[in-house]
């Protein structure tokens, strides 16, 4: 994809102490882009998410964003420049309000929009909006796992990372979580969709990536990846 992605990931590497956890791994994502990162736990796709939103310095390796080398970058100033990064788990803030979450989101980037945003990202979760008063850490993990996407979108992301977004959803809420996922692409939103639903994420995703001991082990449209005999032997037991 060259110089005309949004996201150019070239040669990272990342670990934490003496453990490497990443070993060289290429990624684009272009603009208007889902692209799908698949593994198994442990395999370092959250390390990729901390590295890539400056959670955890790369160890070697660039990382350009938007035209701009973001490597070794702080939090804060990847997060101004659009990079949204929706954590695994959720990191709701328990204590505090559905309404003052949604806020938060928009702290560092999005402010002068925040009117408009916090009510697109009501029309796109409309149970949000009737839970504006409770407190998120009373919410159900459905309702959570909207209310941390809706904190997302608040930011007004140029790229949305989602890290593990069906982790722990009932069957039929996953579901909705990727037509989700769907409508906001249809919208023109790139999204980093890292899962290890790989039949969904095969399904709704331009490409992907598959990642094995801190490598890329295989690449490419995802439609040819679903097909892929070594992919379905180790992902899906055929």
């Known amino acids: 994809m060259g110089e005309t992605a949004l996201l150019e990931v070239r040669g990272l590497h990342a670990g934490y102490g003496p453990f490497q956890v990443l070993d060289g791994i290429d990624l684009d994502v272009g603009h208007g882009e889902i692209v799908a990162v698949l593994g198994a736990n ?35 100033a990847i997060v101004t420049a659009g990079l949204i990064h929706v954590p695994e788990g959720r990191k709701v803030f328990p204590n505090l309000s559905v309404r003052d979450n949604l806020l938060l989101g928009a702290y560092r980037r999005g402010r002068a929009a925040r009117p408009r945003t916090f009510e697109q990202v009501l029309e796109v979760f409309p149970k949000l909006r009737q839970r504006l ?23 007004c992301p140029k790229l949305l990372i989602l890290d593990e977004p069906s982790l722990g959803l009932s069957p039929l809420l996953v579901e909705d979580l990727f037509a989700l996922i769907g409508r906001l692409h249809a919208q023109g939103l790139s999204i980093l969709l890292v899962e290890q639903n790989v039949v969904q994420s095969l399904a709704i995703a331009g490409r992907a990536y598959v990642i094995e001991h801190g490598r890329i082990s295989l690449a490419g449209p995802a439609a040819a990846l679903a097909g892929d005999q070594r992919l379905r032997a180790a992902y899906l037991g055929l």
Request: no cysteine; net charge positive; proline share 3%.
């Open 42 to 76: 442990g395999v370092g796709k959250t390390t990729l998410n901390r590295a890539l939103s400056g959670v955890l310095p790369a160890r070697a390796g660039r990382i350009r964003f938007d035209g701009a080398d973001i490597t070794g970058a702080p939090y804060d």
């Open 133 to 155: 008063g409770q407190l998120a850490g009373s919410m159900s993990g459905g309702e959570q796992q909207m209310l941390a996407i809706g904190r997302g979108l608040m930011g």
